[in-house]
């Protein structure tokens, strides 16, 4: 969310966990200079849907009961308030305008108002951190969560792996594990685990699929966006694209696989995944996203400190190639790893390239139209540096990228093939052989087409 509304977030969460919801939020609309203004950016915040026609009910009331009835709102970034003045120009271009990578942002040129052309967004988040103002906001989704937390339900926190160093450089994953538990979640798991297993998919797509000098693929691993702007703008190379879930979705299949009555929350860098979860296709698999930024006010507010724990241990750790998913070229090498141990004789064709930033993904794909690009395994990510350099993300892309490295590196498990964990957990979903992993395995499949 934008920096502006930090302070107001720790409020809302602070007096929810309180049980003075009510009346904080009442007096928040009572002291507001400009109530009408601040109403949406509250129920943005709030994260749920409002029924503007209901005469009935008062504001606060209408908030409490959407959070009750977990009326999540659909829309993810959003525009919150009317905009027509000029800020600083980059380029001839507003700063929001500036930093979208698809031109969604369009500018009327009489009343110089700006609004977001939903066709064309990609929900990155970008113009949200811009803007000084406050005029764009992502959608909240913890409160709503928080009802859910509070009725002991059963919870899962899927949390990227791109997470590593972003609480402190020395906290580790078992007390974050203690973090959540204090918020009421029943266990903490890597997503890693998950691109262990996509990475498989992905090797034994890349053995199937590139034959000879020439071919290639193109992994859909992890990045919503670079998947986004395959679709919209580079839809003639889709039959390349791995027709793989990301990490988040498959991690969220297994869960509920095991336990249909399972909620499961993404924990990441990413506002891009809130609108990843909400995909036709893949609607109900992911049922709230967080990001480390909303986690940090949300820990604060509720006086949780992770470097404070002793933490909680598990079994299911990931590999290394899975944790290393969290940076630009994690997936590359990841996916190396394994044809080189399962499919030696492919070890010549694998040529990868690996690019981030969305203009960079767009120039790479470009070049791809123009066939000067010679790799068979293309990989893009939306941020720069990958995950790390995510809108949400604490720390610099570069600590994070270290914080990364040093948790892939630390793992005991060095390739998936040979993770007793990984292969426990494919049984019990029923995969006997993990060759068994390819196209028609409809847990960890969709179409692009
Ligand atoms: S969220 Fe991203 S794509 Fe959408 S309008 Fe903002 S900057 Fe553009
Ligand atoms: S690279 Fe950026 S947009 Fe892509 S999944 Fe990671 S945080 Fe999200």
Redesign the pocket.
Known sequence: MNHKYKALYAQLVESYYQGDFEGTFSKILEEAEEPEKIKEVLAVLCGVEIDQADTEFNYTQKIIHGLTQNNVRQKIVQKVSSCNTDCEKVDGKSKCQSVCPLDAIVRDLNSNEKWIDDSLCLN?GRCVEVCEKGNYLDTQQFLPLAEILRSKQKVFAIV?P?IAGQFGSEVTLDQLREAFLKLGFTDMVEVALAADILSLKEAIEFNEHVKKEGDFMITSC?????VAALRKVYHEFITEVSPSVSPMIAMARILKSLDQDAKVVFV??????KAEAKEKDLAGDVDYVLTFQELEIIFESLHINPEKLTGVPTVDYASKGGRMYGRTGGVSSAVWDIVEQIFPEKRELFQAVQV?GMRECKALLDELREGKIKASFIEG???KG??V???K?IVDKDTGREAVEKMAVDSAVKIPVHSEVLLNMLKKIGVEDVKDLKHGNEMFERSFQ
């Open positions: 990155c990227a791109a992890c990045c919503p966006m670079w990441g860098p990413c506002v891009a995944k981030d990510m939306g941020c990958g995950c350099g995510g809108p993300a």
